[in-house]
């Protein structure tokens, strides 16, 4: 292994330390008692070594949800080339339930990232986002071959938000722990999948 191939992984391995470390600290005390120094402690390294990473707590929450928007979008991906064969709304179902699953597969991070109020969830909230982006190619091309009806410009955003609030509802309130998780989030997928297709 080269010494920057190792001192990547080393990297890599300290941004794990501090996102669990902080992760820990949101949901035993809160945001609001997040800090360098606690991070710092809890880690046992000094909160400069800290700052080389991260300019501040907000910017340590943004990577929280940087890491869980990027978790979802890899198992979507993969679920949707394991289903290419099947039906544009079969394959869309497979991927809000897979993306529904990555988020409680998350669900410290989600909770750290809900507690800290943060005004970015789960990753970009820009036109780029590459998650909007692969739905809004996939409803296309679903309309293309007469599955999905005519749809608004806009409905990716509604279909991802509506992800994302139960997603973050079933985190909040342990839904995902409960031996119904499965059959709430099936019914709640068919229900978003029936308003698309013609």
Same mark, same amino acid.
């Given at each position: 292994?080269?010494?920057?191939?190792?001192?990547?992984?080393?990297?890599? @391995?300290?941004?794990?330390?501090?996102?669990?470390?902080?992760?820990?600290?949101?949901?035993?005390?809160?945001?609001?008692?997040?800090?360098?120094?606690?991070?710092?402690?809890? =880690?046992?390294?000094?909160?400069?070594?800290?700052? @080389?990473?991260?300019?501040?707590?907000?910017?340590?929450?943004?990577?929280?949800?940087?890491?869980?928007?990027?978790?979802? =979008?890899?198992?979507?991906?993969?679920?949707?080339?394991?289903?290419? /064969?099947?039906?544009?709304?079969?394959?869309?179902?497979?991927?809000?339930?897979?993306?529904?699953?990555?988020?409680?597969?998350? /669900?410290?991070?989600?909770?750290?990232?809900?507690? @800290?109020? /943060?005004?970015?969830?789960?990753?970009?909230?820009?036109?780029?986002?590459?998650?909007?982006?692969?739905?809004?190619?996939?409803?296309?091309?679903?309309?293309?071959?007469?599955?999905?009806?005519?749809?608004?410009?806009?409905?990716?955003?509604?279909?991802?938000?509506?992800? =994302?609030?139960?997603?973050?509802?079933?985190?909040?309130?342990?839904?995902?722990?409960?031996?119904?998780?499965?059959?709430?989030?099936?019914?709640?997928?068919?229900?978003?999948?029936?308003?698309?297709?013609?």
């Amino acid at each position: 292994m080269s010494a920057r191939t190792r001192r990547e992984k080393e990297k890599e @391995s300290m941004r794990g330390a501090i996102l669990a470390a902080a992760i820990k600290i949101i949901a035993d005390e809160g945001y609001e008692k997040l800090s360098m120094r606690k991070i710092a402690d809890a =880690i046992d390294y000094t909160p400069t070594t800290i700052y @080389s990473y991260y300019k501040d707590k907000a910017q340590i929450v943004d990577d929280i949800a940087m890491q869980i928007h990027n978790k979802i =979008i890899a198992d979507v991906e993969v679920t949707m080339a394991e289903n290419k /064969a099947s039906p544009p709304d079969d394959q869309l179902r497979f991927a809000f339930k897979t993306f529904l699953y990555s988020m409680a597969d998350c /669900a410290d991070m989600g909770s750290a990232v809900i507690k @800290s109020r /943060a005004e970015t969830i789960f990753g970009p909230n820009d036109k780029e986002n590459s998650g909007i982006t692969i739905l809004q190619e996939f409803l296309a091309y679903g309309q293309r071959v007469g599955v999905f009806r005519e749809l608004d410009d806009n409905i990716s955003w509604m279909l991802i938000t509506a992800l =994302i609030g139960f997603g973050l509802n079933s985190i909040e309130n342990q839904l995902h722990n409960n031996e119904n998780w499965p059959y709430l989030a099936e019914v709640f997928v068919d229900m978003l999948v029936r308003g698309l297709v013609q």
